[in-house]
């Protein structure tokens, strides 16, 4: 009796097994199957990266997906308000057709807000602006006595105002005069240096060289030439004869 039991416990085992790997093949082959038929079934999610909302609609639309517009807009320095800055699930992914895709508009670039630049010094005012994110939109400039020399003297948008880009007037100081230059060739040095200094302007007698039939002390050659626009602040350069 115990000889007759093993062969067709043997044979019920062999049987078990069989089955049990029909069904996880089966089962394998199933699941291929199904994945198969829903990606036949899937189209790729495009790329909505700074269209409008109406043109990823129509995109989506033509897909067979859905939008939702997010209502929370954010910044973004480089998309235009609103346009699509992110988007969810993101570009390249499958999608059955009926899936919505989340999309997030930008608001347009970070506005910070506008410091006080009046009555600072020009560079100064410059500097304030980078170091906040700031741009210097234009900058228009006169001159004026009645202000400090390369100051700022109006801004727009004013003080505490929320915008990317700020409008700078800046006093240039008062008008620069200068003079024409006149011709000093074959005049006494020493003469034309005190009369030029007498009138406010830097006169430096820088060398002598010898000049045939020319007494000594005599200019025979300056800087700047006759005829050009000098101001008390430039350097007048004169040689003498010896």
């Given at each position: 009796?115990?000889m007759?039991?093993?062969?067709?416990?043997?044979?019920?085992g062999?049987?078990?097994?069989?089955?049990?790997?029909?069904?996880?093949?089966?089962?394998?082959?199933?699941?291929?199957?199904?994945?198969?038929?829903?990606?036949?079934d899937?189209?790729?999610?495009?790329?909505?990266?700074?269209?409008?909302?109406?043109?990823?609609?129509?995109?989506?639309?033509?897909?067979?997906l859905?939008?939702?517009?997010?209502?929370?807009?954010?910044?973004?320095?480089?998309?235009?308000?609103?346009?699509?800055?992110?988007?969810d699930?993101?570009?390249g992914?499958?999608?059955?057709?009926?899936?919505?895709?989340r999309?997030?508009?930008?608001?347009?670039?970070?506005?910070?807000?506008?410091?006080?630049?009046v009555?600072?010094?020009?560079?100064?005012?410059?500097?304030?602006?980078?170091?906040?994110?700031?741009?210097?939109?234009?900058?228009?400039?006169?001159?004026?006595?009645?202000y400090?020399?390369?100051?700022?003297?109006?801004?727009?948008?004013?003080?505490?105002?929320?915008?990317?880009?700020?409008?700078?007037?800046?006093?240039?100081?008062?008008?620069r005069?200068?003079?024409?230059m006149?011709?000093?060739?074959?005049?006494?040095g020493?003469?034309?240096?005190?009369?030029?200094?007498?009138?406010?302007?830097?006169?430096?007698?820088?060398g002598?060289l010898?000049?045939?039939?020319?007494?000594?002390?005599?200019?025979?050659?300056?800087?700047?030439?006759?005829?050009?626009?000098?101001?008390?602040?430039?350097?007048?350069?004169?040689?003498?004869?010896?």
């Amino acid at each position: 009796m115990r000889m007759s039991i093993g062969p067709r416990v043997w044979r019920a085992g062999k049987a078990l097994l069989l089955v049990g790997a029909l069904g996880a093949t089966f089962l394998v082959f199933f699941f291929i199957a199904m994945r198969v038929a829903m990606s036949a079934d899937q189209v790729q999610v495009p790329d909505l990266g700074g269209s409008t909302i109406a043109d990823a609609t129509r995109i989506l639309g033509g897909l067979g997906l859905e939008l939702r517009d997010d209502p929370n807009r954010r910044p973004h320095d480089e998309i235009p308000a609103g346009h699509v800055m992110q988007q969810d699930p993101p570009a390249g992914v499958g999608a059955r057709p009926g899936r919505t895709i989340r999309v997030w508009l930008s608001s347009g670039p970070r506005a910070m807000q506008v410091p006080e630049l009046v009555a600072q010094p020009d560079r100064t005012a410059r500097m304030r602006l980078e170091q906040q994110g700031l741009e210097v939109a234009t900058v228009s400039e006169f001159r004026s006595p009645e202000y400090p020399s390369d100051s700022i003297v109006a801004q727009q948008p004013p003080p505490g105002s929320n915008a990317p880009h700020v409008t700078l007037l800046v006093n240039r100081g008062e008008p620069r005069t200068t003079y024409v230059m006149p011709d000093v060739i074959g005049m006494p040095g020493d003469r034309v240096e005190s009369v030029l200094r007498s009138h406010g302007f830097r006169v430096t007698i820088v060398g002598s060289l010898p000049y045939a039939g020319v007494p000594p002390g005599v200019v025979v050659r300056q800087q700047p030439a006759a005829g050009f626009q000098v101001g008390s602040a430039d350097a007048i350069s004169l040689e003498v004869s010896r």
